[in-house]
């Protein structure tokens, strides 16, 4: 077991250019979960996936925002057109979903600047 | 709506001391709640939880905490902190079953 990674951990890009950040998460976990983390603030829900089908999008989640998870592996969050508001950590997380079994576990984060 | 407050936004503790962090949820039924940590540039480690069952709870790094349903609180508690303590913590209620609602998060400080 390595644990949720994350890639890039830093990314760093201008307004209006497009971003694409990866999560690998534990092999055996059937759902993964995309969450966003602003200063100061605790993580905020944005989407998650059971295998490949993604089954909920926050309201956070605007129609620049669009995950992926093919296969049931791997996911990726693509950001279009990004602005300074997307600035913030957005970090992954994985669970294997048993019926019962709550917990979530987190990635290292991919920190996003938008200059 | 389901809701997590963390009242101290941050605590500063000598090391050695005790050390009580704060959780208060809002909740229809019966909560399952946790206590994460986020060490600076790292992710968030699950620490402990509740789902049922005994009120107190023990986790890692010798973290306890007392799920109370008549104060709607979740402390977290430590005897004897350690300078490697010093991180954020987050308390987080499971609103359904895939996804978590978290409070603000309280620093904590170390002083040698």
């Known amino acids: 077991d390595t644990g949720v990674s994350q890639n890039p951990r830093h990314k760093i890009t201008k307004r209006g250019q497009n971003v694409t950040f990866r999560c690998d998460p534990i092999s055996e976990h059937n759902r993964l979960y995309w969450y966003r983390q602003t200063l100061g603030q605790g993580p905020e829900f944005l989407t998650y996936?059971?295998?490949?089908?993604?089954?909920?999008k926050s309201r956070l989640l605007s129609d620049r925002f669009s995950a992926e998870r093919p296969k049931g592996s791997f996911s990726t969050l693509e950001i279009q057109r990004t602005e300074q508001g997307d600035s913030a950590m957005y970090l992954c997380?994985?669970?294997?979903?048993?019926?019962?079994?709550?917990?979530?576990?987190f990635g290292p984060g991919t920190r996003l600047t938008v200059t | 709506a389901q809701s997590v407050t963390q009242p101290d936004i941050h605590i500063t503790v000598s090391e050695g001391a005790s050390l009580e962090l704060r959780c208060n949820y809002s909740y229809g039924a019966t909560p399952y709640l946790f206590w994460y940590v986020q060490s600076p540039g790292q992710g968030l480690q699950l620490l402990l939880k509740?789902?049922?069952?005994?009120?107190l709870v023990q986790g890692i790094k010798g973290f306890e905490a007392e799920f109370k349903r008549s104060q709607s609180s979740f402390n977290l508690r430590k005897p004897s902190v350690h300078w490697s303590d010093a991180a954020e913590y987050f308390c987080a209620v499971a609103v359904n079953d895939y996804k978590l609602s978290f409070g603000a998060g309280t620093t904590v400080t170390v002083r040698a």
């Open positions: 509740y789902f049922s069952g005994d009120t």
């Open positions: 996936f059971q295998n490949e089908a993604q089954l909920e």
């Open positions: 997380a994985s669970s294997s979903w048993t019926g019962y079994s709550y917990e979530q576990y």
